[in-house]
C-alpha cells in the first residue's frame, strides 16, 4: 500500500514521488514480504516519514526539488538510531553527482533512467530478500514429483518462469530438490527441475502452499512453460 501513515508492525519502505514508476512493479512483492512503501513529495517529507516510519530504506531521485538526494542521504544516516538502506537513482553525468552521494553514506546510486526489476533486485538484496524478476499467472495445473517413482503432489496455485506455488497435503523441508512433473489438460507431463524455498500452511483449505523455484529449466521445456503461462494469462 502506498500512503503516508503509520504502520508500526511492518517494515516501510520510503521513497520520493519521482521514482515511483520505478518501484510500482515490485509493490505486491514488497507487500507480500512485510514491507510497506510511503511515498515523500520533497527532501524534507521523506527525512519526517523515514524518522516517524522507522524506515527499513529509502529509495530516492537525484533532485528532491527543496533537496538533493545527498543531503537526505546524510540526514538518514546521521539521524536515525537504525539508519536505513538509502538507494539513490540520478543522473549518469556529471559525475559529481554519484559521488557526492557515496560521500554521503548512499549504498548504491542507479543511473536513470533504469530498469526496473535490475532497481528491485538491488533493493531486494540490500534488504536481505529475494525479488522474483518473473511475474506469475493464476495457472491451475496436476504436479507430480519423483524421479522414478511419481507421486502425486497437489496443484499449482499460481506458475511462473521462474517457479511455482503449490499447494499440497505434504509438507517437504525448504532446500530440498525435486523433479516435478506438471500435466496440462492435453499435453504430455512438463518435466521441471525445482527446489523448494518454503512451505506454509495455507489459511483458507487447511493444505499446505509450497513455493517452488526452477533454477534452471531445459531449453525444450522452458518454452514449453513460456507457452503454458502465455496461454493463460
Known amino acids: 500500500m502506498i500512503g503516508a501513515v503509520d504502520h508500526p508492525h511492518h517494515r516501510t519502505i520510503v521513497f520520493s514521488e519521482n521514482v515511483a514508476r520505478y518501484l510500482l512493479r515490485g509493490e505486491s512483492y514488497l507487500s507480500r514480504s512485510e514491507f510497506v512503501l510511503v511515498a515523500g513529495a520533497s527532501g524534507r517529507e521523506v527525512l519526517d516519514l523515514a524518522a516517524r516510519e522507522r524506515a527499513a530504506a529509502a529509495v530516492l531521485g ?22 536505513p538502506v538509502v538507494l539513490v537513482v540520478g543522473p ?9 552521494c557515496r560521500e554521503a553514506g548512499c549504498d548504491d546510486y542507479l543511473v536513470s533512467p533504469v530498469d526496473p526489476p535490475a532497481l528491485l533486485t538491488r533493493l531486494a538484496s540490500h ?32 506458475l511462473g518462469e521462474g517457479g511455482a506455488l503449490i499447494e499440497s497435503v505434504l509438507k517437504p523441508g525448504p532446500g530440498r530438490r525435486l ?20 512451505a506454509r500452511q495455507s489459511m483458507d483449505h487447511g493444505q499446505n502452499l509450497l513455493g517452488v523455484q526452477f533454477p534452471d529449466p531445459p531449453a525444450a521445456e522452458r518454452g514449453r512453460l513460456k507457452d503454458l503461462i502465455g496461454r493463460r494469462i
Open 62 to 83: 537525484f533532485d528532491l526539488g527543496d533537496l538533493r538526494a545527498d543531503e537526505v542521504c546524510r540526514g538518514l544516516k546521521r539521524s536515525l538510531d537504525h539508519p
Open 92 to 100: 549518469g553525468r556529471p559525475p559529481d553527482a554519484a559521488r557526492r
Open 127 to 158: 534488504l536481505g530478500i529475494h525479488f522474483r524478476i518473473h511475474p506469475r499467472r493464476r495457472v491451475v495445473v496436476p504436479v507430480s514429483y519423483g524421479r522414478v517413482i511419481r507421486e502425486f503432489l497437489g496443484y499449482t496455485r499460481d
Open 179 to 198: 523433479v516435478l512433473r506438471l500435466y496440462p489438460e492435453g499435453q504430455d507431463a512438463l518435466v521441471l527441475p525445482a527446489v523448494l524455498l518454503r
